[in-house]
């Protein structure tokens, strides 16, 4: 077993090496661009861009044509969203999302509240579920669109998709899904799932970084977007910019292999996601899990330690890649928002570890993991005044704390 | 984040760990802090009521690394201070002890918070006290 151990796959997945051979001519040989049109070099290139667009849609189950092609999911949530309000305008001015939605879909929102777009962003159950009868109630005849994600990044929560896809559709408003941390992972398929739009990355299903793709439905509805950059008019004039056929080749591959491999790799990742949860519980007192159990992507825990820091956490098991919801960990010192929409107090959220189990992980490194998680959280529950508390009976809640 | 060795050494190897008595009228006790923001510090001294010296120091923390590191080396030096000689420690001294970045500066705010809340503990039992038994 080689240290450290990568247990982080909701934030990136290593890339493929079935990807990587399928991408590497495309650097060197195949290095023409797309839209040369009248010679070979562009033809190749062409050919190979139209073949990942089959393998994306194949996953997706959608036609080659509705696939459009950008860096990443923060573009494809930004051209969606802020395509959608402008190209709509006239229709109406009202947005719904959610409390638990990727930075890229919350601040693309905020974004558009300054332009004087309405916002509503719906709460989520305890579970991290939205509630679908808050949806109905929300969508106004203002309202154009619905943006809610496949499965959350951080507690691996999967929403109730289809059902929120049929509201849309019955109120006739369009919906956006942000599917990055699904794709890949689990069936999505936006006929079923009533999805009008929906962002990809390659990064998070063993392709590159640097490329991801906008599922645009061109019929029942026909849905159009203002394009966000001027240029060429690439990619049916929503996404100008000449493409990146080595990632794009990548992203197809990636696609392709997770089409073939789904149903084994949910099986292999839900098989260690339970070992590890049942030999943390087994070992340890005093553990939480964050959000829905039964509606979780099988290569998702998401666990609360109580009376132990998050960071202090990580900085023991530093052999092991993983992350936390810990406001020390966050940039903002804030504590993690979707732990918080949950309603769990700050401190649960201080004392949570997200574990992302990928393609790669081992049954000897979830051991590993586990074995080193339960020496750690003892060591610093020794360590913890909380602990101690909360072994002498006190009710923490009860007690008044000098915040500062 | 990487962590000065100094923090790294202070978390792997805590010093001081533990509690003390509370009701001993010679422990003072200083807890600071609140879970939901991420960290509690409780640091005990106990002191020679004639020579007014610190003559043992113990802190239990629930935070970062840089946290459980200000308050070890906050009992460090502790030991074998005078009571008023320990009111000195800034928390400016821990920042330049364990080199800490601008982001962990409140974790030794907290610890000297914890030393201040201590010893004001220990000072008000020492007034009781005194007053008890004249």
């Not at chain 1, 509705?66 to 949530?77: L, Y």
């Not at chain 2, 003072?28 to 106990?46: F, H, R, S, Y």
Request: proline share 3%; hydrophobic share 40%.
């Amino acid at each position: 077993m080689k240290l450290p151990i990568y247990l982080d796959n909701h934030a990136t997945t290593p890339l493929d090496p079935r990807v990587l051979d399928a991408m590497m001519p495309y650097f060197t040989e195949h290095f023409g661009n797309a839209a040369s049109r009248n010679h070979a070099f562009g033809w190749a290139a062409e050919e190979a861009v139209e073949k990942s667009r089959k393998q994306i849609a194949s996953l997706i189950g959608a036609n080659s044509k509705e696939i459009i092609f950008t860096s990443g999911a923060t573009e494809s949530n930004n051209l969606a969203i802020k395509g959608v309000a402008q190209m709509y305008a006239e229709k109406g001015n009202h947005i719904i999302t959610a409390a638990t939605e990727h930075k890229a879909v919350l601040d693309t929102c905020k974004h558009l509240e300054k332009e004087g777009i309405r916002i509503t962003y719906l709460p989520v159950m305890g579970d991290g579920r939205v509630d679908l009868d808050m949806l109905r109630e929300a969508i106004t005849d203002k309202t154009i669109l619905v943006s809610i994600m496949y499965a959350n990044n951080e507690m691996g929560v999967i929403q109730p998709v289809a059902e929120i896809g049929k509201i849309c559709k019955e109120k006739g408003v369009l919906f956006h899904c942000d599917a990055v941390q699904a794709v890949g992972k689990i069936p999505v398929n936006v006929i079923t799932d009533g999805i009008d739009i929906m962002s990809i990355t390659a990064h998070k299903l063993y392709g590159p970084k640097g490329v991801g793709a906008l599922y645009v439905r061109r019929r029942n509805p026909r849905v159009q977007l203002t394009a966000q950059m001027d240029g060429g008019g690439h990619e049916r004039g929503m996404r100008s910019g000449t493409l990146n056929v080595a990632g794009i080749v990548g992203l197809g591959a990636a696609c392709e292999i997770a089409e073939k491999e789904m149903a084994q790799e949910i099986a292999r990742a839900s098989a260690l996601r339970d070992r590890l949860r049942a030999k943390l519980e087994a070992g340890l007192e005093e553990t939480y899990i964050n959000g829905s159990l039964e509606h979780r992507l099988p290569h998702n825990l998401n666990m609360s330690f109580a009376y132990v820091e998050g960071e202090s956490l990580l900085m023991g098991i530093n052999d092991i890649a993983v992350s936390s919801g810990s406001a020390c960990t966050s940039a903002t010192l804030e504590p993690s928002y979707v732990l918080k929409a949950l309603g769990l107090g700050d401190d649960l959220a201080h004392t949570s570890i997200r574990f992302g189990i990928g393609r790669f992980n081992t049954e000897e490194e979830i051991d590993y993991t586990a074995d080193k998680m339960i020496q750690v959280v003892n060591k610093l529950r020794e360590l913890s005044p909380l602990w101690e508390m909360f072994k002498d009976g006190v009710d923490l809640s009860k007690v008044q704390w000098t915040a500062h | 984040m990487a962590y000065s060795d100094k923090v790294v050494d202070h978390y792997n190897n805590p010093r001081n760990v533990g509690s003390m008595d509370k009701a001993d009228p010679n422990v003072g006790t200083g807890m600071v802090g609140a879970p939901e923001c991420g960290d509690v510090m409780k640091l005990q001294i106990k002191v020679n009521p004639a020579t007014h010296i610190i003559e043992d120091a113990k802190f239990k923390t629930f935070g970062c690394g840089s946290a459980i590191a200000s308050s070890s080396l906050a009992t460090e030096w502790l030991k074998g201070k005078a009571v008023d000689e320990a009111l000195e420690i800034k928390n400016t001294d821990i920042v330049n002890e364990l080199a800490l970045p601008p982001v962990k500066i409140h974790c030794s705010v907290l610890a000297e918070d914890a030393i201040k809340a201590a010893i004001s503990d220990y000072k008000a039992k020492a007034i009781t006290e005194t007053a008890v038994t004249a």
